[in-house]
T-cell receptor, first 118, second 114 residues
Framework: AQSVTQPDIHITVSEGASLELRCNYSYGATPYLFWYVQSPGQGLQLLLKYFSGDTLVQGIKGFEAEFKRSQSSFNLRKPSVHWSDAAEYFCAAAPRSYSGGGADGLTFGKGTHLIIQP | NAGVTQTPKFRVLKTGQSMTLLCAQD?????MYWYRQDPGMGLRLIHY?????TTAKGEVPDGYNVSRLKKQNFLLGLESAAPSQTSVYFC?????WGAGDTQYFGPGTRLTVL
């Protein structure tokens, strides 16, 4: 079955330090890949997405992610975090073709809760 | 342009009661989705729709029904609420098929079933 794994439930980073959030996927074929951010009490906002081409994807708010096919990974990075980056981060994947079954939507990881220390 | 809106924002039900959650989008999107979010579980797809008048089951459809009578609205119904349905419900929409397009999310509905 297809799945998305975020190994880290919580991550604490000092303000100004660099950040890397891990994401691994298990799909029959390379899926579309996404990173979403959820601030407390809010809905989800798309940070970036990978469809094809350049494996380093730039997103909003200074985030980037690197797709590595050999490792089935799509890790999110930011060179210098700000206190406002504290939030829940979700990696998600979706199959590239519509098959009409229940597996056609986004499959989300369980999320990584990012804490920023002053 | 309000994007995706959800009504209500909060609701408390007793076991066995019924209710309908309303999702509305003003972006003329074809595709709409209902997810539930539980602690430590991420988001899971309940039902989705690929166009007006169509619905399909997602990963966790049991205990829910949906309808898409108008393109802009997607309703999620609970006929007989159970405590296991306590969750935060998110609606989303996209113009193209969700796999290849950005899904825009509503702010969520927090439902508690006692």
């Amino acid at each position: 079955a297809q799945s998305v794994t975020q190994p880290d439930i919580h991550i604490t980073v000092s303000e100004g330090a660099s950040l890397e959030l891990r994401c691994n996927y298990s799909y029959g074929a390379t899926p579309y890949l996404f990173w979403y951010v959820q601030s407390p009490g809010q809905g989800l906002q798309l940070l970036l997405k990978y469809f094809s081409g350049d494996t380093l994807v730039q997103g909003i708010k200074g985030f980037e992610a690197e797709f590595k096919r050999s490792q089935s990974s799509f890790n999110l990075r930011k060179p210098s975090v700000h206190w406002s980056d504290a939030a829940e981060y979700f990696c998600a994947a979706a199959p590239r073709s519509y098959s009409g079954g229940g597996a056609d939507g986004l499959t989300f990881g369980k999320g990584t809760h990012l804490i920023i220390q002053p | 342009n309000a994007g995706v809106t959800q009504t209500p924002k909060f609701r408390v039900l007793k076991t066995g009661q019924s209710m309908t959650l309303l999702c509305a989008q003003d972006m003329n999107h074809e595709y709409m989705y209902w997810y539930r979010q539980d602690p430590g579980m991420g988001l899971r797809l309940i039902h989705y729709s690929v166009g007006e008048g169509t619905t399909a089951k997602g990963e966790v459809p049991d205990g829910y029904n949906v309808s898409r009578l108008k393109k802009q609205n997607f309703l999620l119904g609970l006929e007989s609420a159970a405590p296991s349905q306590t969750s935060v419900y998110f609606c989303a929409s996209s113009y193209y098929w969700g796999a290849g397009d950005t899904q825009y999310f509503g702010p969520g509905t927090r439902l508690t079933v006692l």
